[in-house]
T-cell receptor, first 120, second 111 residues
């Protein structure tokens, strides 16, 4: 089974430029997450999608960050314009989330390898 | 709010040494607790978990026990290998499937 796929793996841009990251979750997973991981720190949730709906975007800096998951599968995270402080690793994760009896592994978040962004 | 505190690294060990990484948490309600591992160049992988007090999670020789009275979930392994070199993250999960991570502890095992 393929894991969470992210691209690109690395991106170097100059400040004030736009940048976009793409994530393809595990097939069948209805929940998708974007995390920000600064150097030497743990991941912090930016946004969580249940299918196409953003159910938690409270930590997303909406002045420059945007995300979409139009068909409830792939997702794109965009920064426009990028700032020096945006240099970090952007992680995508997915899970199978639902109500009722929770099977083994249900709700477990599976992470992609991340996109390392460097803003010069 | 919820938070996780884990010991800072790097932790440098010799092969076959005993490893302990301390983790304490603050949370409302009854969180589930996790340890994730991040090998160089790879994404985070779930190492083990515990969903209620006194549960012990174990995997690949690693163990951690959910201690509600001390709000701790320390990770231990009796005999580490070079292949255990990685960054380890303690995390808790509350309602809404939201994970809160600690800052990570880098472990380096030397042959």
């Amino acid at each position: 089974e393929a894991g969470v796929v992210q691209s690109p793996r690395y991106k170097i841009i100059e400040k004030k430029q736009p940048v976009a990251f793409w994530c393809n979750p595990i097939s069948g997973h209805n929940t998708l997450y974007w995390y920000l991981q600064n150097l030497g720190q743990g991941p912090e949730l930016l946004i969580r999608y249940e299918n196409e709906e953003a159910v938690d975007d409270s930590q997303l800096p909406k002045d420059r960050f945007s995300a979409e998951r139009l068909k409830g599968v792939d997702s794109t995270l965009k920064i426009q314009p990028a700032e020096l402080g945006d240099s970090a690793v952007y992680l995508c994760a997915s899970s199978l989330t639902g109500q009722g009896r929770v099977a083994a592994g249900h709700n477990e978040q599976f992470f992609g390898p991340g996109t390392r962004l460097t803003v010069l | 709010g919820n938070s996780v505190t884990q010991m800072e690294g790097p932790v440098t060990l010799s092969e076959e040494a005993f490893l302990t990484i301390n983790c304490t948490y603050t949370a409302t309600g009854y969180p589930s607790l996790f340890w994730y591992v991040q090998y160089p160049g790879e994404g985070l992988q779930l190492l083990l978990k515990a969903t209620k007090a006194d549960d012990k999670g174990s995997n690949k020789g690693f163990e951690a026990t959910y201690r509600k009275e001390t709000t701790s979930f320390h990770l231990e392994k009796g005999s580490v290998q070079v292949s255990d070199s990685a960054v380890y993250f303690c995390a808790l999960k509350t309602a809404g499937n939201k994970l809160t991570f600690g800052g990570g502890t880098r472990v380096l095992v030397k042959p």
